[in-house]
């Protein structure tokens, strides 16, 4: 399985940006996707997880209101809209896939995932 992660870039405090990571190789219908992220000097955290058939969704209760995840099944990517960054939200945005689902309580576990992306820079400043 390989994951693609691309729509980073510098972006103005208050405005949008939007991620990508398309799925490809090996992959099956009932998967779980997930973004995290690493803010500089910091550890990686988690921001998002949707399930393939979009039974649940999970955010980070800092990000709920601001970031949404989605699954395009056609394009096989999982994409995440962002809204209103700030400059906290600077960090490489990964993609995560497990080929299974994950129960909701444990979608922001990155022990979970099996398939990490490469990583795409988000840089919100003026």
């Known amino acids: 399985v390989q994951l693609q992660a691309s729509g980073g870039g510098l972006v103005q405090p208050g405005g949008p940006l939007r991620l990508s990571c398309e799925v490809s190789?090996?992959?099956?219908?009932?998967?779980?996707m997930g973004w995290f992220r690493q803010p500089p000097g910091k550890e990686r955290e988690f921001v998002a997880a949707?399930?393939?058939?979009?039974?649940?969704?999970r955010y980070a209760d800092s990000l709920k209101g601001r970031f949404t995840i989605s699954r395009d099944t056609a394009k096989n990517t999982v994409d995440l809209q962002m809204n209103s960054l700030k400059p906290e939200d600077t960090a490489v945005y990964y993609c995560?896939?497990?080929?299974?689902?994950?129960?909701?309580?444990?979608?922001?576990?990155?022990?979970?995932?099996?398939?990490w992306g490469q990583g795409t820079q988000v840089t919100v400043s003026s």
């Open positions: 995560a896939a497990r080929l299974s689902y994950i129960i909701s309580s444990a979608m922001d576990d990155m022990s979970e995932y099996d398939y």
């Open positions: 190789g090996r992959t099956v219908s009932s998967k779980t």
């Open positions: 949707i399930r393939w058939n979009k039974s649940a969704t």
